[in-house]
C-alpha cells in the first residue's frame, strides 16, 4: 500500500469517527431535549390542573361570601322585626 493509500484509509476511518460522534452528541442532545420536553409539558399540565382547582375553591369561596352576606342581612331583618314587635327602640 502506498503512501497515499495510507493517508486516503486514515482520512476515511478519522471521517467516520467524526460522524459517528457527531451522531452521537447529536442523538444525546435530541435526546435530552425530548426528556425536557417532557418534564415542562408535564409541568405545565400539573400548573393547569392547580389553576383549575384554585378557580373552584375561590368560586366556592365567593359563593360562601355571599352566603354569608344574605345571612348577615336576614338576621339583620329578624333583629330589627323583633325590637319592632317588642317595641324596642333599635339602631338607626
Do not use: H
Amino acid at each position: 500500500m502506498s503512501l497515499f493509500g495510507i493517508f486516503a484509509l486514515g482520512f476515511i476511518a478519522g471521517a467516520v469517527v467524526v460522524g459517528l460522534a457527531f451522531c452521537v452528541v447529536l442523538w444525546r442532545y435530541k435526546f435530552e431535549n425530548g426528556r425536557m420536553s417532557r418534564a415542562i409539558d408535564s409541568m405545565e399540565a400539573q400548573q393547569r390542573q392547580l389553576d383549575k382547582f384554585r378557580a373552584k375553591l375561590m368560586r366556592t369561596l365567593l359563593d360562601s361570601n355571599a352566603a354569608l352576606e344574605l345571612a348577615r342581612q336576614e338576621i339583620e331583618k329578624l333583629r330589627d322585626e323583633k325590637l319592632d314587635a317588642w317595641d324596642v327602640p333599635g339602631e338607626m
